[in-house]
């Protein structure tokens, strides 16, 4: 989408974009800082920004007390899990509800919605109890499975705000070229979609890698995701602030990584000129 | 399938078959206090003694720990073997059955050397439910600089008067220095555990033997005008949202005169790899009134066994292991006395190496002044000093710890945080079916 | 265009759709459909049961039934109307500064300008930490009224600190919330706008229209959809912010930043009181309801095409 715009306010614009990025990034800037500080320094007042001894000991010790790996290879398995089988069931359901609209649709997609609405602190016991019974505490096909059904309502969202933006007339054109239902769904949609399924994607695993409800109350020691991780470091009798923001910058790292990457994916337009 | 699939597939299945089954393993639950880390970094001589048993921990802060276990063994869900808990939990649960009873463990251990105040507080109908890791109570700890400018000498067991005097004798706000810091952070175990035994030393009590809520009565307004004027005169402002960490993170960059919290925290204060102030910090009994009862409470953290469990044999044999007398010298061993998790042994503090740390002896006489059983002046029906060994009292005590932190951060008068609280108890109180 | 492909538009497009398509369609949807459904049956109905007995886990085998005084417990708890407020207020002002900081966002971002790549990265990077640690991030190394970032640039222009969480918690919470959500946002709100057909802002510029109309009538309307989506996603997470309370104020000065998820979890899952968590869940699931049906009739048009 290359637009001519002059030198100068191209400028200007990185200014402002920038001084705006790194006010609303500092507070992640100030924990990665502060996990290379002593417990000592990170309480200091005035607190110092850059001009400190650094040093990597947080990092070592919060490697030697929790198996890092363990719980990041929990988290990747079951937000990737949850969202990828979320984004199976989700992507036939959100193509129904955009391109075939009936009159409830509206309606199932406003129920839909509504099952999240239940707070998780009220139906905590039910699902305890409904886990135990089925042998699903503390594993990671428990977890997936949970993680799923809340996110679904999301993803079906999601996809169906992508969808619509979808101009009917070219699944139209191909169904008329002859195109099955498969074809149409698989390769005309779908990449289309991409950027839409890219966010969705994005979006749905950072929502299960940073949830700290279920994934603290379903696992013990097997299945306990990076969420646990965090969790142990935080105390409401001991500082260990210094740790903790070495915790969560192990738990960060990844995502942004990640979300580094999927960056052109989100960036791509849809292509409304080939159909005019 | 080829030919070589189905081989490895065999091969494979052959050594799953093969492999024995050696170990067994232990899902144990701990809280992620200093201690406790400590113990897990040294299980390895645990595992040493006792090669057929593997541990798996789950780490996490009080309150989630707290639910989570509650949940589990309530449900009797399975999920862990031996469970960290605390003596709030004890009576409740034991009184269930939903404890191991630990009286069988062997003669070496010792049981007798354990604190009678903390024993007291473990123990139903006779039975020992849970072995104590480490025990704590509450003291004051003061700056020796900022008392001697202010012309002042601390005596061993002060009285509140003379703490308010000293507080508001060291403050100087200009310079960020306020005499005194107390809990002020909304929640049961925050600013209600100190207020619970503060009001313990002014002669007040939560229920009577009724059970009816006393928050109407003088003691308690006795207690909190005196807290919220204390804090008022001396405390640092944002008190409302601090609880032991705030005001840890105040005292080691010296913006503290005083200090009155577990015990536990002298170990951090005194750390001169953490605390700025670390050589000049004098420790003195909770403070009372006179009236026969101190303002100092009693905790245990402690290991106990959830009934049901298939491990009990292995389980016994690890709370042994964390909570004897060889254990406390394996930390004085690699990490140093002041390092031992403390408040459970007497025979620890007999031991002369370890009566050479600084704040042993005050938190020994701390811990021994405290009685779970009689914790206030007046009769009570409950036990529990800084707590009430009911189900109900988390969710009373924080609301009321509201009702406190409001006062304190001057968006009620103490009457109205009064009335509040009363109002609150009463109607829990009645649904619970304690009173009409 | 020929007679057979009107004939094809209209097909598709609404109820006129082919029996094939719509039986399709409805295979297509089931999955999804069935799982909530199970989803929400099984807890909610055991939910329901419990909210009608006395049971409080710590002790087990004394259930009764006796009906709706767990709810009469917790609708006429002196707190409830305090949370009910606090709640909508939360929402409402999150969701607030999420959209119009938001669309503000998307619109820069949209345009050209030197390393794209890392500022989008930046903005986006709030959604990623666990909503537990930011709270405590904000908490004591910003707002902390002695130590805190803001209290030492207050100091250093020469005024008094703010005390933040004791003064003004459920603005504080609602400021850490915003800070969160924001990146969700400007995402979904970016790429509704990277959409926008280009051609037809030209041919409004060559038409005279300034910056405010063509924002106004072109891109707003186009973006509309977006931002129902945004709202009403939002709408539901909000109403059940949880760990930053708990994190920062535990709900206190007196009730001040108590919502009504908070108020269910002090009132009932603190104590183990199960028979009233699930009334309060209850409750709250049929306020998120009325909420949601509300917002729908305020803004549910903008979904359809």
């Given at each position: 989408?290359?637009?001519?715009?002059?030198?100068?306010?191209?400028?200007?614009?990185?200014?402002?974009?920038?001084?705006?990025?790194?006010?609303?990034?500092?507070?992640?800037?100030?924990?990665?800082?502060?996990?290379?500080?002593?417990?000592?320094?990170?309480?200091?007042?005035?607190?110092?920004?850059?001009?400190?001894?650094?040093?990597?000991?947080?990092?070592?010790?919060?490697?030697?007390?929790?198996?890092?790996?363990?719980?990041?290879?929990?988290?990747?398995?079951?937000?990737?899990?949850?969202?990828?089988?979320?984004?199976?069931?989700?992507?036939?359901?959100?193509?129904?509800?955009?391109?075939?609209?009936?009159?409830?649709?509206?309606?199932?997609?406003?129920?839909?919605?509504?099952?999240?609405?239940?707070?998780?602190?009220?139906?905590?016991?039910?699902?305890?109890?409904?886990?135990?019974?089925?042998?699903?505490?503390?594993?990671?096909?428990?977890?997936?499975?949970?993680?799923?059904?809340?996110?679904?309502?999301?993803?079906?969202?999601?996809?169906?705000?992508?969808?619509?933006?979808?101009?009917?007339?070219?699944?139209?054109?191909?169904?008329?070229?002859?195109?099955?239902?498969?074809?149409?769904?698989?390769?005309?949609?779908?990449?289309?979609?991409?950027?839409?399924?890219?966010?969705?994607?994005?979006?749905?695993?950072?929502l299960a890698w940073n949830e700290a409800f279920w994934t603290l109350n379903l696992t013990a020691a097997k299945a306990a995701p990076l969420t646990a991780f965090i969790a142990s470091y935080s105390s409401p009798e001991g500082l260990f602030y210094a740790k903790l923001s070495a915790a969560s910058t192990l738990a960060i790292a990844p995502i942004l990584i990640l979300g580094w990457f999927s960056q052109k994916q989100l960036v791509r337009g849809l292509t409304f000129g080939a159909v005019k | 399938m080829t030919l070589f699939s189905r081989a490895l597939l065999g091969a494979t299945a052959l050594t799953l078959v093969a492999s024995p089954v050696l170990a067994e393993k232990l899902t144990i639950a701990t809280v992620n206090n200093g201690d406790m880390i400590r113990m897990q970094k040294l299980a390895d001589d645990f595992?040493?003694?006792?090669?057929?048993?593997?541990?798996?921990?789950?780490?996490?802060?009080?309150?989630?720990?707290?639910?989570?276990?509650?949940?589990?063994?309530?449900?009797?869900?399975?999920?862990?073997?031996?469970?960290?808990?605390?003596?709030?939990?004890?009576?409740?649960?034991?009184?269930?059955?939903?404890?191991?009873?630990?009286?069988?463990?062997?003669?070496?251990?010792?049981?007798?050397?354990?604190?009678?105040?903390?024993?007291?507080?473990?123990?139903?109908?006779?039975?020992?439910?849970?072995?104590?890791?480490?025990?704590?109570?509450?003291?004051?700890?003061?700056?020796?600089?900022?008392?001697?400018?202010?012309?002042?000498?601390?005596?061993?067991?002060?009285?509140?008067?003379?703490?308010?005097?000293?507080?508001?004798?060291?403050?100087?706000?200009?310079?960020?220095?306020?005499?005194?810091?107390?809990?002020?952070?909304?929640?049961?175990?925050?600013?209600?555990?100190?207020?619970?035994?503060?009001?313990?030393?002014?002669?007040?009590?939560?229920?009577?033997?009724?059970?009816?809520?006393?928050?109407?009565?003088?003691?308690?307004?006795?207690?909190?005008?005196?807290?919220?004027?204390?804090?008022?005169?001396?405390?640092?402002?944002?008190?409302?949202?601090?609880?032991?960490?705030?005001?840890?993170?105040?005292?080691?960059?010296?913006?503290?005169?005083?200090?009155?919290?577990?015990?536990?925290?002298?170990?951090?204060?005194?750390?001169?790899?953490?605390?700025?102030?670390?050589?000049?910090?004098?420790?003195?009994?909770?403070?009372?009134?006179?009236?026969?009862?101190?303002?100092?409470?009693?905790?245990?953290?402690?290991?106990?066994?959830?009934?049901?469990?298939?491990?009990?044999?292995?389980?016994?044999?690890?709370?042994?292991?964390?909570?004897?007398?060889?254990?406390?010298?394996?930390?004085?061993?690699?990490?140093?006395?002041?390092?031992?998790?403390?408040?459970?042994?007497?025979?620890?503090?007999?031991?002369?190496?370890?009566?050479?740390?600084?704040?042993?002896?005050?938190?020994?006489?701390?811990?021994?002044?405290?009685?779970?059983?009689?914790?206030?002046?007046?009769?009570?029906?409950?036990?529990?000093?800084?707590?009430?060994?009911?189900?109900?009292?988390?969710?009373?005590?924080?609301?009321?710890?509201?009702?406190?932190?409001?006062?304190?951060?001057?968006?009620?008068?103490?009457?109205?945080?009064?009335?509040?609280?009363?109002?609150?108890?009463?109607?829990?109180?009645?649904?619970?079916?304690?009173?009409? | 265009?020929?007679?057979?492909?009107?004939?094809?538009?209209?097909?598709?497009?609404?109820?006129?759709?082919?029996?094939?398509?719509?039986?399709?369609?409805?295979?297509?949807?089931?999955?999804?459909?069935?799982?909530?459904?199970?989803?929400?049956?099984?807890?909610?109905?055991?939910?329901?049961?419990?909210?009608?007995?006395?049971?409080?886990?710590?002790?087990?085998?004394?259930?009764?039934?006796?009906?709706?005084?767990?709810?009469?417990?917790?609708?006429?708890?002196?707190?409830?109307?305090?949370?009910?407020?606090?709640?909508?207020?939360?929402?409402?002002?999150?969701?607030?500064?999420?959209?119009?900081?938001?669309?503000?966002?998307?619109?820069?971002?949209?345009?050209?300008?030197?390393?794209?790549?890392?500022?989008?990265?930046?903005?986006?990077?709030?959604?990623?930490?666990?909503?537990?640690?930011?709270?405590?991030v904000w908490k004591n190394m910003f707002m902390n009224p002695v130590n805190g970032l803001f209290a030492h640039m207050a100091k250093g222009v020469g005024l008094e600190p703010f005390d933040f969480l004791a003064h003004a918690p459920l603005f504080s919470i609602i400021l850490i919330v915003a800070w969160q959500w924001l990146p969700f946002a400007t995402l979904i709100l970016l790429t509704a706008l990277q959409s926008l057909d280009q051609e037809q802002l030209e041919a409004s510029k060559m038409d005279g229209a300034n910056f405010g109309s063509r924002f106004i009538y072109i891109v707003l309307p186009h973006m509309s959809r977006a931002i129902t989506?945004?709202?009403?996603?939002?709408?539901?997470?909000?109403?059940?912010?949880?760990?930053?309370?708990?994190?920062?104020?535990?709900?206190?000065?007196?009730?001040?930043?108590?919502?009504?998820?908070?108020?269910?979890?002090?009132?009932?899952?603190?104590?183990?009181?199960?028979?009233?968590?699930?009334?309060?869940?209850?409750?709250?699931?049929?306020?998120?309801?009325?909420?949601?049906?509300?917002?729908?009739?305020?803004?549910?048009?903008?979904?359809?095409?």
């Open positions: 989408m290359a637009r001519r715009v002059s030198n100068q306010r191209k400028f200007v614009v990185t200014l402002v974009a920038w001084a705006i990025g790194l006010t609303i990034f500092f507070p992640i800037l100030w924990t990665v800082l502060t996990s290379f500080k002593t417990e000592a320094e990170a309480i200091a007042s005035p607190p110092s920004f850059l001009l400190f001894d650094w040093t990597l000991e947080n990092y070592t010790e919060v490697n030697e007390r929790s198996d890092y790996f363990l719980h990041f290879m929990n988290s990747v398995i079951i937000s990737l899990g949850s969202t990828l089988l979320g984004l199976a069931i989700a992507i036939p359901a959100a193509w129904s509800m955009a391109f075939v609209p009936g009159k409830r649709t509206k309606d199932v997609l406003m129920w839909m919605l509504s099952t999240k609405m239940l707070p998780p602190v009220g139906v905590l016991i039910p699902i305890y109890l409904l886990f135990r019974d089925f042998g699903l505490l503390d594993t990671r096909l428990g977890l997936v499975i949970v993680l799923t059904l809340i996110n679904l309502p999301i993803i079906v969202w999601m996809l169906f705000t992508y969808f619509k933006e979808i101009p009917g007339e070219i699944l139209e054109a191909a169904r008329m070229d002859g195109a099955t239902l498969w074809n149409e769904v698989v390769h005309v949609l779908t990449p289309m979609a991409v950027p839409g399924i890219a966010s969705t994607l994005l979006l749905n695993v950072i | 595992t040493a003694q006792n090669p057929d048993i593997e541990l798996e921990w789950l780490t996490m802060e009080e309150n989630v720990l707290r639910q989570r276990v509650t949940t589990d063994i309530a449900t009797k869900g399975g999920q862990f073997d031996v469970m960290t808990i605390g003596t709030y939990e004890v009576p409740i649960w034991g009184k269930q059955g939903w404890l191991v009873s630990l009286n069988d463990l062997p003669a070496e251990y010792d049981v007798d050397d354990i604190l009678p105040a903390i024993r007291g507080g473990l123990t139903i109908d006779g039975e020992l439910y849970a072995a104590p890791f480490y025990g704590e109570s509450s003291m004051v700890m003061y700056r020796k600089d900022l008392m001697e400018k202010a012309g002042l000498e601390m005596p061993d067991a002060p009285t509140w008067e003379f703490i308010g005097k000293a507080a508001r004798a060291m403050t100087d706000k200009d310079n960020e220095v306020y005499g005194i810091c107390l809990r002020g952070k909304a929640g049961w175990g925050e600013n209600m555990a100190f207020l619970t035994a503060t009001a313990n030393s002014f002669g007040a009590r939560w229920f009577d033997e009724n059970w009816t809520p006393q928050f109407d009565g003088e003691a308690w307004k006795s207690t909190l005008n005196f807290y919220l004027d204390l804090m008022e005169d001396a405390g640092p402002p944002g008190a409302s949202s601090n609880g032991f960490n705030e005001n840890l993170s105040l005292f080691q960059t010296g913006k503290c005169g005083m200090w009155i919290d577990a015990t536990v925290a002298a170990s951090f204060v005194t750390n001169p790899a953490d605390s700025t102030v670390a050589d000049q910090v004098g420790f003195a009994l909770a403070p009372d009134n006179g009236l026969g009862k101190r303002g100092n409470w009693l905790w245990a953290w402690s290991l106990a066994i959830p009934a049901g469990t298939q491990k009990e044999e292995a389980a016994k044999k690890f709370i042994d292991w964390a909570t004897s007398k060889e254990y406390l010298e394996l930390v004085a061993e690699k990490e140093g006395w002041a390092n031992v998790p403390p408040g459970t042994r007497t025979s620890l503090y007999e031991n002369p190496e370890y009566q050479k740390v600084p704040f042993a002896k005050m938190t020994l006489d701390s811990i021994n002044s405290a009685d779970p059983t009689n914790p206030t002046v007046d009769p009570v029906p409950y036990v529990g000093v800084q707590f009430v060994a009911i189900p109900e009292f988390q969710g009373i005590a924080t609301a009321v710890g509201q009702a406190f932190a409001a006062a304190l951060a001057g968006n009620v008068t103490a009457d109205e945080a009064l009335a509040n609280a009363q109002a609150i108890t009463e109607r829990t109180m009645k649904k619970s079916g304690y009173i009409k | 265009m020929t007679d057979r492909s009107r004939l094809f538009r209209t097909e598709l497009a609404g109820p006129m759709a082919t029996a094939h398509s719509r039986a399709a369609a409805r295979f297509m949807i089931s999955p999804a459909v069935l799982l909530l459904l199970g989803w929400m049956i099984v807890p909610l109905s055991m939910t329901v049961y419990f909210s009608f007995l006395s049971y409080n886990l710590l002790m087990p085998g004394m259930e009764e039934f006796i009906g709706f005084t767990n709810y009469e417990f917790f609708l006429t708890d002196p707190a409830f109307f305090e949370a009910l407020t606090n709640t909508i207020l939360l929402v409402v002002g999150v969701l607030f500064i999420t959209i119009v900081g938001g669309t503000a966002l998307a619109l820069l971002l949209d345009q050209p300008f030197w390393g794209q790549g890392i500022v989008r990265i930046l903005v986006i990077a709030p959604f990623f930490v666990m909503p537990t640690v930011s709270a405590l989506v945004v709202v009403l996603i939002q709408t539901i997470f909000l109403l059940s912010v949880f760990a930053e309370i708990l994190v920062t104020t535990n709900g206190g000065p007196g009730y001040a930043s108590t919502n009504i998820t908070y108020l269910v979890y002090a009132q009932s899952l603190l104590q183990f009181d199960v028979g009233g968590g699930s009334a309060g869940g209850i409750i709250a699931v049929i306020l998120a309801n009325i909420v949601a049906i509300f917002l729908m009739r305020m803004i549910g048009k903008n979904l359809e095409a």
